[in-house]
C-alpha cells in the first residue's frame, strides 16, 4: 500500500544509500574516479559539476549536472517516484541527486537556457525546499 504525506500527496522518496560509492568521496577519492566506478551515483557527478562550474567550465559542468540529475532520476524512480512529490534533503542519500538538479539549473542559467533553468530551480523548490534554501544561500 501506498503511503501518503498529511497534506494527501504522495509520501516522500529516500534513495538507498550507496555506501562505498559515499564512503570513497567522504575519503577525498576523485570524484572521476568515483563517477567512472559508480556511474549510477548522482553525488559523484554533482560534485564534477560542482568543481567544473567553479572552474568557469560551464558546459562541462552543464554535462556533469545533466548526467547526475539523469542518473538520480533513475535511481527515484526504482525507488518507487511517481514524477512528482517530496525527495527530501534532510535524507541524506537524496542529496546527491538534489545537487545535480541545482547544478543544472545553474549551468542552463549560465549558458543562456532560462526555460531550461526556471523547469529545474521549480523541480528542487517543489522537491525540497530545505534544499533550494541550503544549496542556493
Keep these: 500500500m501506498e503511503h501518503q504525506n498529511l497534506l494527501g500527496g504522495p509520501a516522500p ?6 555506501d562505498e560509492a559515499r564512503q570513497s568521496l567522504e575519503a577525498g577519492v576523485d570524484p572521476f574516479e568515483v563517477a567512472a566506478r559508480f556511474p549510477a551515483y548522482p553525488a559523484a557527478w554533482a560534485e564534477l559539476a560542482d568543481r567544473a562550474f ?8 552543464y554535462a556533469y549536472a545533466r548526467t547526475g540529475y539523469h542518473r538520480g532520476l533513475d535511481a527515484l524512480r526504482r525507488a518507487g517516484w511517481k514524477g512528482h512529490g517530496p525527495i527530501p534533503w534532510e535524507h541524506a542519500p537524496n542529496r546527491g541527486f538534489l545537487r545535480a538538479l541545482h547544478a543544472l539549473a545553474r549551468a542552463a542559467a549560465a549558458i543562456g537556457e532560462e526555460d531550461e533553468a526556471e523547469r529545474c530551480r521549480t523541480f528542487l523548490r517543489d522537491s525540497s525546499p530545505t534544499a533550494a ?4 544561500s
Excluded at 522518496?13 to 550507496?18: F, H, I, K, R, S
Design 133 to 136: 534554501e541550503v544549496l542556493t
Design 54 to 61: 567553479g572552474k568557469g567550465d560551464v558546459i562541462e559542468s
Design 13 to 18: 522518496t529516500e534513495l538507498p544509500d550507496t
